[in-house]
């Protein structure tokens, strides 16, 4: 019986004591949950959902938690039980694309992201993530659909145009991409950057005449753009035009408004082709000249004038060009590594030593300019200092067995110049092994064995390696004709040391030298007192030489 008093009144469900537990189960789950204890919160949601299989707010908590835990396959069922329970809950929607998407299953996610969209018709972000979807799913009618609803939404923009220009190109649709960039100018017909885009976009497809068109827009908008003459430069390439080309080229160099970038990035091109078509050459130095005369103080524009220098052997101009940068800029490595290269190849060790020095001090992990270092120690003749800096340098040396081998050589001629001949020839072996084409170790290593008339047949096939991978040197084939006369083998000797006279650049009084004992051995003692006397001509002026050529005979017989 109703009492009259409660008579026309809504009176409150009262809460049954399963649904108070339930409910105390999941506060207790979130606030674990929230303290970060997983594990907890994912009994305690378990719990709430064996209690209340309705409960779409703990199936969603479980679904978070599992994605954390990257468990895909518990996420997905987790979030599509929440989504079931609720199919118009704007999270659970979310939440079920996202983990879609985390295991790249695009097309569920752009349904369900579809789904999103018409709940949410006027949320901009939304369409965005559903047409990018439609392109991961490579449903690319749909994407082109969502970016123009978009666009009805939030106007044209470049950033949707850029979209849709990769579909239409994916698709193989140009026309398209043109409308787009079209509307693109229309909407925006002062910015001289989308003009450039529609420009070149004509160029790709062979229609040069209307790209034209638009480069004149942009000089009429913007007459002082700083990229207009390298846009024009690639429309006069494009169109066979190579002597304009090059023009706009030169004037886009010279403007000092023009990004250093774009003008390196053709500078590398220059590089690539001149290396095969070398009439270019004059192009790109004419190039070098403005830029560095554009750009004095920039370290990148003599760093690539550098570089062409360096390649092209004019090893001078390139240490100077070197030099210039590390005025504005000594961080970078390899600029220290070139310069030491190049002054090394000018045998300049005058100005090698500092710079090899300082090299060392900025950069001391890397074991190249131990190895320059060591150079110079020994070409002033400081041995000892030369073996120390180039035992520590090694250290450094990991997989790179030719610059170890360096090392090792390098090691062998301080230890010979001192007369450690067993350290040095165990050093030389260990940079044969390392290096075995590398001439210049054959030919010193074979040499010395010569001089000390031991391992001759070694020697041998050393020397004659060497004269094999440089052919025209005349150290390596005085080497080899030496090995040969220790061996008795005069009469191939002397063709050796014959080739070795016409390749000499300037007189050599060892080879003059060499060449009269060869003669000696023959018989000929009177050709071999007129080398001798060429050899001291020349400067030669040791006590054995000057012996031999005032008394006619060697210092020894064999």
């Known amino acids: 019986m109703v009492s009259p008093a409660s008579k026309g009144k809504n009176i409150p469900r009262q809460s049954t004591p399963s649904e108070i537990a339930n409910r105390s189960d999941f506060i207790e789950a979130t606030s ?12 305690k949601y378990l719990k709430v959902l064996e209690k209340d299989p309705e409960e779409s707010a703990a199936a969603y908590q479980l679904a978070r938690i599992y994605r954390s835990q990257e468990k895909i396959v518990e996420a997905l069922e987790y979030a599509q039980l929440a989504c079931d329970l609720q199919p118009e809950n704007r999270w659970y929607i979310r939440l079920l694309s996202e983990i879609y998407q985390q295991n790249n299953a695009y097309k569920p996610a752009a349904e369900t992201m579809a789904r999103l969209v018409v709940l949410e018709p006027s949320n901009s972000e939304n369409l965005w993530v559903l047409a990018n979807l439609y392109i991961y799913a490579e449903q690319y009618n749909e994407a082109i659909r969502a970016f123009e609803r978009l666009e009805k939404q939030v106007g044209i ?9 990769k579909i239409y190109e994916h698709l193989g649709k140009k026309n398209q991409v043109l409308d787009e960039l079209h509307a693109l100018t229309r909407m925006f017909p002062e910015e001289v950057r989308y003009l450039a885009m529609l420009a070149e976009k004509l160029m790709a497809y062979d ?13 009429e908008i913007d007459p002082s753009n700083p990229y207009i003459h390298i846009t024009m430069a690639e429309y006069y390439r494009k169109i066979d035009q190579p002597e304009n080309s ?12 023009l990004d250093m970038d774009p003008k390196i990035q053709i500078l590398l091109g220059y590089y690539s082709v001149t290396e095969i078509f070398q009439d270019l050459n004059p192009e790109a130095y004419t190039l070098l000249r403005i830029l560095v005369d554009t750009h004095p103080n920039d370290p990148k524009a003599w760093s690539m004038y550098g570089d062409f220098l360096f390649r092209d052997n004019n090893k001078k ?16 490595y390899i600029v220290w590594e070139s310069l030491m290269h190049a002054l090394l190849s000018e045998g300049d060790f005058a100005s090698l030593e500092p710079i090899a020095e300082e090299a060392l001090g900025l950069f001391p992990y890397q074991p190249v300019p131990y190895l320059f270092n060591g150079f110079c120690a020994i070409n002033s003749k400081n041995y000892p200092k030369a073996i120390t800096v180039l035992n520590e340098g090694l250290t450094l040396v990991v997989d790179n067995p030719l610059l170890k081998g360096q090392f090792y050589s390098s090691l062998g001629d301080a230890f010979y110049a001192i007369h450690r001949n067993e350290e040095a020839f165990a050093a030389y072996d260990k940079s044969v092994l390392l290096d075995p084409e590398n001439s210049y170790v054959l030919n010193n290593y074979s040499y010395y064995l010569a001089l000390e008339n031991r391992e001759l047949e070694k020697a041998e096939i050393m020397a004659k390696k060497a004269v094999s991978l ?12 030496w090995v040969l ?3 008795g083998k005069y009469e191939k000797a002397r063709a050796f040391i014959h080739e070795a006279m016409t390749q000499t650049v300037y007189p050599d009084p060892t080879i003059f030298e060499h060449y009269g004992d060869i003669m000696y051995r023959l018989g000929n003692t009177q050709s071999a007192l007129e080398y001798w006397k060429k050899a001291v001509d020349a ?20």
Do not use: W
């Open 32 to 43: 674990a949950f929230l303290l970060g204890d997983d594990e907890k919160a994912m009994q």
């Open 539 to 558: 400067g030669g002026d040791s006590e054995s030489l000057l012996h031999k050529l005032k008394t006619g005979i060697l210092n020894y017989e064999k």
């Open 317 to 332: 101009e390139a240490s100077r060009a070197y030099l210039k940068v590390l005025e504005f800029d000594k961080s970078k």
């Open 470 to 481: 440089d052919s025209e040197n005349p150290n390596n084939l005085d080497t080899y004709a």
């Open 157 to 165: 923009s470049e950033e949707i145009t850029q979209r849709k220009i």
């Open 246 to 257: 090059f023009a706009e080229l030169k004037q886009g160099f010279a403007n000092p408004e």
């Open 485 to 487: 006369y220790q061996l």
């Open 207 to 219: 229609r040069p005449g209307e790209a034209l068109e638009y480069y004149r827009k942009i000089s």
